[in-house]
């Protein structure tokens, strides 16, 4: 979903949408938007437990799958719209110039030392772990469900496990774009990236070494 091949470039860019009203507010461990806090966790998180849970919840797999489908929808449009800017003060999006050239544009608010304190520590936290926790638990169901998949083929694949690998794979794919934006938000441009795992090579290389150095 975040192909960057040939037509399209991408921008780094500061947020430039600061409605909050972000100065002259402490920098504390409270929750300051306590309702996008909840919806960043509870769309999310109740798709895990749909899709854990669908048995229990439901007779009727169709169901299932698509309450599964409509929170992963909503998750990725609060996420990737909403709870992203409010609590981090970050955002990436998409758009056409008028060439038809498609454009990636990954923003962060550059705040001033002052506005730097008003980031919320309680919410930055939430948001992350939210952010990273959950992509990770679909691929580890995509991989059961491989599994499962191959499993029940070599006996007698029921036609619902096939909706079910589609959940996964857009669980995948869904959560896995809005993680992959935010880092581009948070980090930068591929060149940073890059630079980033270069230099942490580095240092784990220079240490591996100066251990050596010592015990010899």
């Known amino acids: 979903m975040l192909q960057q091949d040939g037509n399209e470039d991408t921008e780094d860019v500061s947020l430039f949408d600061t409605e909050e009203e972000t100065t002259n507010r402490p920098k504390k461990s409270k929750i300051r ?4 806090s909840f919806f960043h966790l509870f769309f999310r998180v109740s798709a895990v437990v749909v899709y854990l849970l669908c048995d229990l919840f439901s007779s009727s797999f169709i169901a299932c799958v698509v309450t599964i489908i409509l929170l ?4 990725f ?6 709870t992203g800017r409010l609590m981090v003060g970050l955002r990436w ?11 990636w544009v990954f923003e962060s608010r550059k705040a001033s030392a002052q506005e730097s304190k008003t980031v919320s520590e309680a919410e930055s936290r939430i948001f992350w772990l939210g952010l990273i926790a959950c992509p990770v638990l679909w691929v580890i169901f995509a991989f059961s469900a491989l599994f499962s998949f191959r499993v ?3 006996r007698n694949l029921r036609p619902g496990s096939l909706n079910l690998h589609a959940v996964v794979i857009m669980g995948v794919v869904l959560q896995g774009a809005n993680l992959y934006g935010y880092i581009r938000c948070k980090v930068g441009s591929r060149k940073n990236l890059t630079n980033m795992a270069t230099s942490y090579l580095g240092k784990q290389l220079l240490r591996q070494s100066t251990g050596d150095e ?3």
């Open 33 to 36: 938007h306590p309702v996008a």
């Open 72 to 75: 992963l929808s909503c998750d």
């Open 77 to 82: 449009w609060a996420v990737k719209n909403v």
């Open 93 to 103: 999006w998409n758009h056409i110039d008028e060439d038809g050239k498609s454009h």
């Open 152 to 154: 029940k083929w070599l």
């Open 214 to 216: 010592q015990t010899s």
